[in-house]
């Protein structure tokens, strides 16, 4: 899905502005639209939320979903430029600067988007979500040193089980996002980096899917055959 007004920088809507619900709340329900797969009615808030300016974190928020889901739709010049209007508003915005990277890493440059991942492994709450980034820029330059190198980071950086979860979780995320980019040995990695930190029949689960989507057809046979012979599944 194109969104035609990008080239003219989301210009504020005085109609909207006027309105008593505001760019956090229509932020918010775009969100909650997104987390129930209604991209288009995700679209909808965000543009809103944008529209009616006022609220630098609700706005920089929008920007960055809307270049998710254009980078999810393949339109990775529309998710660029929105990306760069986000950093324009709020030029060290963590967020941002990761999904930056994140596009980066779609366009298969991966070295610059290592720069954003090292810059960010420094900060919290994004420690482990660029590490994560940086383990996904080595897999897609095929380098196996520097992938048993950002994984060993990954494995030191993980404190207790919270951690691992979070790990566990964001892994799970990035698989999803790279096998309908179909950057299929990255997602593959990313479920099995899932599984390893959270060995649960979900897991299992998770990883058999992904190996199915790009068509790993055998293997994932097996797992969901483990599955159904697992009387815990």
């Known amino acids: 899905?194109?969104?035609?007004?990008?080239?003219?920088?989301?210009?504020?809507?005085?109609?909207?502005?006027a309105e008593?619900?505001?760019?956090?709340?229509?932020?918010?329900?775009?969100?909650?639209?997104?987390?129930?797969?209604?991209m288009e009615g995700a679209?909808?808030?965000?543009?809103?939320?944008?529209?009616?300016g006022g609220d630098i974190r609700a706005g920089v928020g929008a920007l960055i979903r809307i270049a998710h889901i254009q980078m999810i739709h393949r339109d990775l010049a529309e998710s660029e430029r929105t990306i760069l209007l986000?950093?324009?508003?709020?030029?060290?915005?963590?967020?941002?600067?990761?999904?930056?990277a994140r596009l980066w890493l779609m366009q298969d440059k991966p070295r610059r988007a290592e720069k954003n991942f090292e810059e960010l492994s420094r900060r919290e709450p994004l420690a482990i979500p660029a590490l994560i980034g940086i383990l996904e820029s080595a897999l897609i330059?095929?380098?196996?040193?520097?992938?048993?190198?950002?994984?060993?980071?990954?494995?030191?950086?993980?404190?207790?089980?919270?951690?691992?979860?979070?790990?566990a979780q964001r892994a799970r995320e990035d698989a999803e996002f790279f096998a309908a980019a179909q950057k299929d040995n990255v997602a593959v990695f990313l479920a099995e980096l899932a599984f390893f930190l959270d060995?649960?029949?979900?897991?299992?689960?998770?990883?058999?899917?992904?190996?199915?989507?790009?068509?790993?057809i055998d293997s994932a046979a097996e797992l969901f055959q483990e599955l159904l012979s697992d009387p815990e599944s």
């Open 1 to 17: 899905m194109i969104l035609f007004f990008l080239s003219f920088g989301f210009l504020v809507d005085p109609a909207l502005a």
């Open 20 to 38: 008593p619900m505001g760019a956090m709340a229509r932020y918010q329900m775009g969100i909650t639209a997104e987390r129930a797969g209604n």
């Open 43 to 52: 679209l909808k808030y965000y543009e809103e939320a944008v529209r009616i």
């Open 86 to 100: 986000a950093l324009q508003r709020d030029p060290s915005n963590p967020d941002a600067l990761l999904m930056q």
């Open 141 to 167: 330059r095929s380098d196996p040193a520097a992938i048993r190198q950002a994984h060993g980071r990954i494995m030191a950086r993980i404190g207790d089980s919270i951690d691992r979860m979070r790990a």
């Open 199 to 216: 060995p649960t029949p979900a897991s299992k689960e998770f990883l058999a899917m992904v190996r199915y989507q790009v068509n790993q």
